[in-house]
């Protein structure tokens, strides 16, 4: 299937000519940076860059004020859950709206809502409120606007670049997007003593204030000449899911998430391991290098992207990526030093990085654009919904058979799955652009 054709064509958004001479030596191995020469990209990624920490600030702070509240970790997942609820609804519904209306317009109306939770946020910690439920409302709300925006954020991805850059364009956001996981969360270690814990909420609001300056200079994004007007409700939403069904390279990529995600994602076990099997370097230590593995694993193979994302066949890519993942993970489990843990860790998010480039170049290539909103709502909710899976799926299996034993299983389990979903169903394996 050839589906190269380039966003200027489709949209209208001249995009400058590719013709820089093959990279040679280390270059090849280099991140590919084709994506960031197209003004309007160059935009939304930068966005990103700034967005990726901002968000992270208050991804920990809500859970730290949480519990200096209640001293309970019951009431921090209570929270978690109260966020999570919205998100998939939203993300689902967005979805729908971000192919019926500019996505421009709806990213401007969802970044600035995002941002004004957050200085909501900023409000009610620094009058010393100390409510719980007016902190699970705010969490709940933010993250409504964060599912209606990420639908459209990432579908509009493809109106931006030229099709053969996609999975570049996706590792410059993926890896931008894991920097934060692992600088967000120390740089909020560092500042809550410095600066207190109201003034990460604020730094985040005025984060999103260069976001939404960013977005507003992107080109209009409406629907496509062409497109028949409807509303978003649920029978869109539902013809979203019939498009999936029967399309199988679509289908086949989000099984592929799940099978990864809910059965080699064994972070719920980091505690039980760092104080049980990696004790001996200290708890704290071993917890902390367990957590940051796979981000900086993810981080890593983005910054050696060139080494893959000009490869034509996808969906080759996707399964050897997912297989490498789950051995990486068996790897793990098996690991008696913490040391070699946390290589096979980094291995599995190098795998990881691979998967999200090209799982997400698929949905976006493989699906005509009045569809890619309601595919990325649905992509959400699988990337949010499979690790939340794999904490209760781990967490029982650990408690039944050990840390090591859950985890060493897990992996061979996405291995097997995943070869035969290749097997049974070749459409992913013959998916190329």
Not at 151 to 167: D, K, M, W, Y
Not at 180 to 205: H, K, M, Q, R, S
Not at 348 to 356: F, H, L, R, T, W
């Amino acid at each position: 299937m050839d589906t190269s054709e380039s966003s200027s064509t489709e949209t209208g958004i001249e995009t400058p000519a590719d013709e820089a001479p093959p990279r040679r030596g280390w270059r090849r191995w280099a991140m590919d940076t084709r994506p960031l020469r197209i003004p309007a990209y160059r935009r939304l990624w930068s966005s990103t860059i700034v967005t990726a920490v901002g968000s992270q600030l208050t991804a920990v702070a809500v859970p730290k004020q949480i519990y200096d509240i209640t001293h309970s970790s019951a009431w921090v997942g209570y929270a978690s859950l109260a966020g999570l609820v919205p998100m998939v609804a939203f993300a689902l519904w967005g979805g729908a709206v971000a192919d019926t209306v500019d996505r421009r317009k709806l990213l401007l109306v969802t970044n600035t809502g995002v941002a004004v939770t957050s200085l909501l946020f900023w409000a009610q910690a620094v009058t010393g409120l100390d409510s719980v439920v007016v902190l699970m409302v705010l969490l709940a709300l933010q993250q409504a606007f964060f599912g209606l925006n990420a639908p459209a954020r990432t579908a509009s991805i493809a109106r931006l670049v030229p099709g053969e850059q996609l999975p570049a364009a996706n590792a410059l956001g993926s890896t931008v997007m894991q920097t934060g996981l692992v600088a967000g969360p120390l740089l909020a270690g560092v500042l809550i003593p410095v600066i207190g814990l109201p003034e990460l909420y604020l730094i985040d609001a005025l984060a999103l204030c260069v976001t939404v300056w960013a977005v507003h200079r992107l080109p209009a994004l409406p629907p496509l000449d062409g497109t028949a007007a409807r509303r978003a409700g649920l029978r869109e939403i539902a013809a979203g899911f019939r498009y999936i069904s029967r399309h199988k390279v679509l289908l086949l990529s989000f099984l592929a998430d799940i099978v990864a995600m809910v059965f080699g994602m064994p972070r719920a076990l980091f505690p039980q391991l760092a104080a049980q099997t990696y004790g001996s370097w200290g708890e704290g230590l071993a917890l902390g290098v367990l957590f940051a593995g796979i981000p900086v694993g993810a981080v890593l193979g983005g910054l050696f992207s060139g080494a893959f994302s000009r490869a034509r066949r996808h969906g080759w890519m996707v399964i050897g990526a997912v297989v490498g993942w789950g051995v990486a993970i068996a790897g793990f489990g098996l690991s008696g030093n913490l040391w070699v843990a946390v290589v096979f860790l980094a291995a599995a998010g190098v795998a990881d990085m691979v998967s999200m480039v090209f799982r997400g170049a698929i949905l976006l290539s493989a699906a005509t654009d009045e569809m890619r909103g309601r595919m990325q709502g649905v992509f959400t909710v699988v990337v949010a919904g499979g690790p939340r899976l794999a904490d209760v799926l781990h967490g029982t299996a650990g408690a039944a058979f050990g840390p090591r034993a859950a985890v060493a299983g897990g992996g061979a389990l996405v291995v097997v799955l995943m070869l035969v979903l290749a097997c049974a169903v070749p459409a992913l394996r013959r998916y190329r652009i």
